[in-house]
């Protein structure tokens, strides 16, 4: 790893002006669990000269139950969500998401808002340049993807975005989407929906370079709501998804009144299934309902060769998690 300057801010303003300051030489750092990989590895085209804490900002680390809903503080650790009753009440799909990321470990020192931030673990990309050079694939800036015509057995089964077949790796993301959250930043909220981007370069989300988030916000469901995410991984820990999935579902008289779900590890972003939702409203919740619903979710799928297992883990996940929901 190469020196930089490390700078404790003392406010979300301070730290947005040090962004400014030092323009693309500068990112902010939560837990670090995901930025100083990306330091070791020579991730970022230019190698960032500031390194600005936002640990120590007061009044990030909160979770608050309002009356609009759950309040998340930007700093409050995975482990947080995951223990906390509040959390696991009436948003249990969340806190069960952050309770499968990675490790006890990781959980401790990850932040959620670092978790929704983070870079894709494409191999390519995050291949460190000094094992036999630096690889520039396209997300790097250079011209082709390595990862089409090489392994690409847990990329993207429903095409590439900007010829990059790199998929979002959050295990929270598809659970804030699922339960409509906001993601309040120093700038705007934001739906967690329209959160995320692989259209602007190397980065995973719509933040602009000086814009920090401090909090989450996700309402309150219905009453009649559940809630569910499920995730498949080769091991039950420290492992990034192959596929995941979070649902929210509200009954009323034993009927779909609403329907919200989100996959994972899919595709350069996290996919709602709008097209299942739709087809859930107005229906109970049916074994058989879920599986037709996990069927329209995989119909556009296009795999590539070796991740077509994919497909049909999709299907699945999509199917179980509804019937979690259904209780
Ligand atoms: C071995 C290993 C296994 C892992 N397994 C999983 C897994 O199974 N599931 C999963 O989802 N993740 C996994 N991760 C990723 C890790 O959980 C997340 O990286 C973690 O939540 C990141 O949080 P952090 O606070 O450490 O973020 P940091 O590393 O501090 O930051 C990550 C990124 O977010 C940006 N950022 C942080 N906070 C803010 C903010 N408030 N506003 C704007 N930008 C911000 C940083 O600049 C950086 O780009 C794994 C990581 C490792 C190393
Ligand atoms: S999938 Fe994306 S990140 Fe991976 S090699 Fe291709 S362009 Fe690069």
Same mark, same amino acid.
């Given at each position: ?13 301070? #730290? ?44 990030? %680390? ?54 929704? *931030? ?26 082709? *993807? ?28 598809? #659970? ?54 499920? %995730? ?8 990034? #998804? ?82 979690? *929901?259904?209780?």
């Amino acid at each position: 790893m190469k020196r930089f300057n490390h700078i404790d801010a003392t406010s979300l303003e301070q #730290a947005a002006e040090l962004l400014r300051e030092h323009g693309g030489n500068s990112h902010v750092i939560a837990g670090g669990s995901d930025l100083l990989g990306g330091l070791k590895d020579n991730l970022w085209m230019e190698y960032p000269e500031a390194v600005i804490n936002l640990k120590t900002i007061p009044g990030l %680390k909160d979770i608050k139950e309002e009356e609009d809903g759950l309040h998340i503080g930007a700093m409050v650790t995975l482990t947080e969500v995951s223990e906390s009753e509040v959390v696991k009440g009436a948003w249990s799909g969340l806190a069960e998401a952050a309770r499968r990321t990675a490790s006890p470990l990781l959980r401790n020192i990850g932040t959620i808002s670092g978790n929704i *931030c983070q870079e894709n673990r494409c191999w390519y990309y995050r291949y460190p340049d000094k094992i036999g050079g630096r690889i520039d694939c396209v997300r790097k800036g250079g011209k082709r *993807c390595l990862a089409v015509p090489g392994d690409h057995r847990y990329h993207s089964i429903f095409g590439a975005v900007n010829k990059c077949i790199a998929v979002n790796p959050s295990d929270t993301a598809p #659970a804030l989407i699922a339960l409509n959250a906001t993601i309040k930043t120093t700038k705007r909220d934001i739906p967690a929906d329209e959160f995320f981007t692989a259209e602007m370069g190397a980065q995973s989300t719509v933040l602009e370079h000086d814009e920090i988030v401090r909090e989450i916000l996700v309402p309150r469901p219905a009453a009649g709501n559940g809630n569910a995410f499920r %995730k498949i991984a080769f091991r039950k820990s420290i492992d990034f #998804a192959l596929v995941n999935c979070a649902a929210s579902v509200t009954l009323k008289d034993g009927v779909v009144e609403s329907a919200r779900i989100c996959l994972n590890g899919v595709h350069n972003n996290p996919r709602r299934c709008k097209d299942s939702e739709e087809a859930l409203i107005g229906s109970p919740l049916t074994r058989e309902a879920a599986e037709k619903a996990g069927e329209i979710a995989v119909a556009d799928a296009k795999p590539l060769i070796l991740n077509m297992f994919k497909v049909n883990m999709a299907k699945t996940i999509v199917a179980d998690t509804l019937m979690d *929901c259904a209780g």
